[in-house]
């Protein structure tokens, strides 16, 4: 194994949000076998903030399904914490995709008829909290955002880059133990992009770990560690 070892991290937080190990994920594409990750060995730690860029089909949505609990690896482990989620029944892998992770994607999925804060609260439906806990981290969640003042605009109202805000307090309220993004700026203006490089960079600050797929330069340029996905293999990419 050449460019697939522990790839160490400059954080100075050392706990393991995710260890993986010798993980590969293969499918099926008419009778023939594709490899989309090959042997896989990654560690990232609790409070990172990591990027991964690399070519399409490289391997880098295969990845973040891994991380998110979406599908499991064809071998190899992938622990979440204490959780080896290759291994993890679907039950359990519902339970910590509801707890413990929260996403973001290049589209903000939110339900154009609700408000921001009632978008937001779908997130939480499957936590079992009472109407005043929910009540209580929606707000938390859009005042962390910046979006206080805008909690009963309907997303027709609001720019994209605001929209997007909303879906990372939709992701960010459950207080989950990581955020996965793939693409967060990629339907947004430069301007757009920054405001939620602020917001990511914010949560870092507060010790959440994030994992950003992105094409983005301006992006990679502000994670920890920015890793290269090419070909099912994980290196590391220049500063």
């Known amino acids: 194994m050449t460019d697939t070892a522990i790839i160490e991290s400059d954080a100075t937080t050392t706990a393991a949000a995710y260890r993986l190990t010798g993980v590969t994920k293969d499918y099926s594409r008419g009778g023939k076998r594709v490899r989309a990750l090959a042997g896989v060995d990654l560690?990232?730690?609790?409070?990172?903030?990591?990027?991964?860029q690399g070519p399409t089909g490289g391997g880098k949505s295969t990845l973040l399904q891994?991380?998110?609990a979406l599908d499991q690896p064809t071998s190899g482990?992938?622990?979440?914490?204490?959780?080896?989620?290759?291994?993890?029944?679907?039950?359990?892998?519902?339970d910590v995709r509801a707890r413990d992770i929260g996403f973001v994607f290049q589209g903000f999925n939110l339900i154009p008829t609700l408000t921001a804060a009632e978008n937001v609260d779908m997130g939480l439906e499957p936590l079992g909290l009472d109407k005043a806990?929910?009540?209580?981290?929606?707000?938390d969640a859009l005042d962390r955002v910046?979006?206080?003042?805008?909690?009963?605009?309907?997303?027709?109202?609001?720019?994209?880059g605001q929209q997007q805000r909303v879906a990372i307090a939709r992701a960010i309220a459950k207080r989950p133990r990581v955020l996965l993004a793939d693409e967060p700026t990629g339907n947004l203006d430069e301007s757009m992009r920054d405001e939620i490089l602020r917001v990511l960079e914010g949560l870092h600050a507060d010790g959440l770990t994030l994992v950003v797929v992105t094409h983005d330069s301006a992006v990679a340029a502000r994670a920890n560690r920015r890793?290269?996905?090419?070909?099912?293999q994980v290196t590391v990419s220049s500063r």
């Open 43 to 52: 560690e990232i730690a609790v409070g990172e903030f990591v990027t991964i």
């Open 66 to 68: 891994l991380l998110g």
């Open 77 to 94: 482990s992938v622990v979440l914490g204490e959780t080896d989620l290759a291994a993890a029944s679907a039950r359990a892998l519902g």
């Open 133 to 139: 806990e929910r009540a209580s981290r929606v707000a």
């Open 146 to 160: 910046g979006l206080a003042e805008r909690a009963d605009h309907r997303p027709g109202e609001l720019s994209g």
């Open 227 to 232: 890793l290269r996905l090419a070909k099912g």
